[in-house]
T-cell receptor
Framework: KQEVTQIPAALSVPEGENLVLNCSFT??????LQWFRQDPGKGLTSLLL?????REQTSGRLNASLDKSSGRSTLYIAASQPGDSATYLC???????????FGAGTILRVKS | DTGVSQNPRHKITKRGQNVTFRCDPI?????LYWYRQTLGQGPEFLTY????????KSRLLSDRFSAERPKGSFSTLEIQRTEQGDSAMYLC??????????????FGQGTRLTVV
């Protein structure tokens, strides 16, 4: 059974700091990995999708890497801003059409 | 707005009542998923449709839960005889038919259910 763990559970940083969020998964046989952002009481917004054959994806100040063999992914946020404050979730998919298996998320607070 | 739409956004119901939620996926997305999320946890899978066929159901989906996608477009999730433990955020997601990003999931804003 696939299990996804995210570390740390919560993180508080001053504005402008670069930060890394970690995601690990127990079964390396995945099709892709997706990072999401969730604001309080809201749905999920897709940030980055990494196919299993890829090593990383970038979007603006966000960079996600994937090491499938070791079962790890990181989300790097550069020059953090108060507007980045949210819960960040990672999820993996085993094959096309399969369900997402989520971690519990990292709650990020960026202080101005 | 061409995103995933969920209604209602909030629902408060008394224990024992039935509730129904609706999800309208992104147009032409053939895959539709329901998830449930409780406070402090990531979403947990409930059920999956490809077009109108329900292909997978989680063990979380007890006999009191039923989902339909009658014409392969919108979907409904019904909970009968609600219990306090059903209180959660119910999320709907859809994925496109093909292409390289054909597993990318797009989520709606969710329906927050409170059973009192």
């Amino acid at each position: 059974k696939q299990e996804v763990t995210q570390i740390p559970a919560a993180l508080s940083v001053p504005e402008g700091e670069n930060l890394v969020l970690n995601c690990s998964f127990t079964d390396s046989a995945i099709y892709n990995l997706q990072w999401f952002r969730q604001d309080p009481g809201k749905g999920l917004t897709s940030l980055l999708l990494i196919q299993s054959s890829q090593r990383e994806q970038t979007s603006g100040r966000l960079n996600a890497s994937l090491d499938k063999s070791s079962g790890r992914s990181t989300l790097y946020i550069a020059a953090s801003q108060p507007g980045d404050s949210a819960t960040y979730l990672c999820a993996v998919v085993k094959f096309i059409g399969n369900k997402l298996v989520f971690g519990a998320g990292t709650i990020l607070r960026v202080k101005s | 707005d061409t995103g995933v739409s969920q209604n209602p956004r909030h629902k408060i119901t008394k224990r024992g009542q039935n509730v129904t939620f609706r999800c309208d996926p992104i147009s032409e997305h053939n895959r539709l998923y329901w998830y449930r999320q409780t406070l402090g946890q990531g979403p947990e899978f409930l059920t999956y449709f490809q077009n109108e066929a329900q292909l997978e159901k989680s063990r979380l989906l007890s006999d009191r839960f039923s989902a339909e996608r009658p014409k392969g477009s919108f979907s409904t999730l019904e909970i009968q005889r609600t219990e306090q433990g059903d209180s959660a955020m119910y999320l709907c997601a859809s994925s496109p038919r093909g292409g390289r990003r054909n597993t990318e999931a797009f989520f709606g804003q969710g329906t927050r259910l409170t059973v009192v």
